[in-house]
């Protein structure tokens, strides 16, 4: 009889509340419950979405999963590893093993810096030349030059800042990327390239992804499972072909019915010459 693999996320009855100012004097603060007792488990090699709502959780979720923030109870385990219980130094270096790629491409590069120090970000290693080398290498796995490690953010398209950011992401080769709403501020015609870009990158690497998104086309171009969040709770979860082809739960279909007409990010979508690698 063979074993189960240990999840490579798991998330065991997290909650996270967050107080918020007080509206007078003499009122208690007001408190507002994001997550509401969330489990979960992502494995190696998997694509996990989540959908719902704005306010439904989603990225409250990516980002107790990073351990950007402790739940309020709860665990979140990487690996095994409790994240909220670990020295500052043990989670720098579980930190190698997952990475986000954020929702903005220009917010989320400094203008400041060139790409090469940008990409190298949350990498560290003993002599420049392994670091240049580490950075021309995933430049080319986004299909971006390795001679574009001395430009900077302004002199690049909004399609090539996020192949950047996954790039950066990529750098120190890890298990996990947690992806929030990574092509929604990306023009229609070069988002379909970003997603093809995710799924080449898990083929080649073998990463696992956490996918946030409003788009249900997205989740289902590119992931394997779905949880559909509802007021901080999982409501629904399953392969995304059963969830978006027959939903069991009110609000997913009610999610897909308000969705437009249900179509995945063509692989064909023409690309601009700004877009395409050069």
Known sequence: MTETAPPLLALHEVTRRYT???????????????????SLELHAGRSLGVVGESGSGKSTLARLAMALEAPSSGRVEFMGQDLSRLPAAELRAARRGFQMVFQDPYGSLD???TIGRIVAEPLTLAGDTQRDSAVAEVLDAVGLRAADASKYPHEFSGGQRQRIAIARALITKPRLIVADEPVSALDVSVQAQVLNLLIELQQRYGVTYLLISHDLAVIDHVCDEVVVMQHGRIVERGDSAR??????????????DAHEPFEPPSATVAATSEELPR
């Open 243 to 256: 969830i978006f082809r027959a939903p069991q739960h009110a609000y997913t279909r009610a999610l897909i």
């Open 111 to 113: 203008p400041r810096q």
């Open 20 to 38: 918020l100012p007080r509206e007078s004097l003499f009122s208690p603060a007001p408190v507002v419950d994001a997550l509401r007792g969330v």
